[in-house]
């Protein structure tokens, strides 16, 4: 073969190359369009729910949050379409709670193995386990395909102790927290805020036990009839098996509120920004 037939080949190669990456753009960005469609498709059909959050300061910032405009689709509301919600009070009990989550890979199945392992409820103060905390979060660089960000992962000497607030956690069979999961009570629902576990013990079921444990939880709390975690369309496809696994389904939600009270605007804005990065 001569040069100039080896660089003719070569340039051949070269722009059969280009037009296969150009090929598999392509279908990458129609895949993509696929699955936006099959989203709104889902939306549309999703159930319907009305959700009372009650009235006062947290109910305002609550409302707010949820009803804002979305920053990348600003005909919806963040919080109101896919939402993923349980209704606790639908249950005849903890333990029909559980067989509704049985069988193999099941929340009941992965809260046993994580109970044989050694693992325990508790109730917690996070200020009395800011170094296990900070344990937990630095366990894994990434998390759902994400890399943890800087200023999450930076230690904390203090967090704040709210009134309408659960904080519950997994303790290990030495004694020490290894996952967490703060719940913010407003009105009929229960949502959830931060939340993480240490990534050696993950295999173990200790979500599992963590939520199946806050449903317990939220069962006993009167004024709680929804259990909430965050959106159906904002996560993983192995978050969203985690929360099918647990119960949660998505739906189209309407926030209802009593009243704004007698708060300024700028007082509910406040409360607001503050319930912003508390979700996070």
């Not at 913010?184 to 979500?207: Q, R, S, T, W």
Request: glycine content about 6%; proline content about 4%; charged content about 25%.
């Amino acid at each position: 073969m001569t040069l100039t037939s080896k660089a003719e080949l070569t340039l051949r190669m070269a722009a059969l190359l280009r037009r296969l990456n150009d090929i598999l753009f392509v279908i990458r960005r129609m895949a993509a369009l696929l699955r936006r469609l099959n989203h709104i498709l889902l939306a549309i059909r999703l159930p319907r729910l009305e959700v009372q959050l009650g009235s006062g300061p947290e109910a305002a910032a609550a409302y707010r949050s949820f009803t804002a405009r979305h920053p990348r689709y600003p005909f919806f509301a963040p919080k109101t379409v896919g939402i993923e919600l349980m209704d606790v009070h639908r249950f005849q009990g903890f333990d029909k709670y559980l067989a509704t989550a049985g069988g193999k890979n099941s929340t009941a199945y992965y809260r046993r193995r994580a109970l044989r392992k050694g693992h325990s409820f508790v109730r917690i103060n996070k200020n009395d386990h800011v170094e296990e905390i900070h344990a937990i979060k630095i366990s894994a660089p990434m998390r759902q395909g994400q890399p943890m960000e800087e200023e999450y992962i930076k230690f904390r000497a203090r967090f704040p102790v709210e009134k309408n607030w659960l904080y519950l956690g997994i303790k290990n069979d030495q004694g020490r927290l290894v996952a967490y999961l703060d719940i913010n009570c407003v009105g009929e629902v229960a949502y959830v805020g931060p939340i993480l576990g240490h990534a050696a013990f993950l295999k173990d079921g200790i979500m599992y036990l963590l939520f199946a444990e806050a449903v317990r939880v939220l069962m006993d709390e009167e004024s709680v009839r929804y259990f909430m975690y965050d959106t159906y369309f904002g996560g993983t496809d192995g978050l969203r098996l985690f929360k099918k696994r647990i119960g949660f389904q998505p739906f189209q939600v309407r926030w209802r509120i009593n009243s704004w009270s007698s708060m300024s605007r700028s007082e509910v804005h406040g409360l607001s920004d503050r319930f912003d990065t508390e979700t996070a």
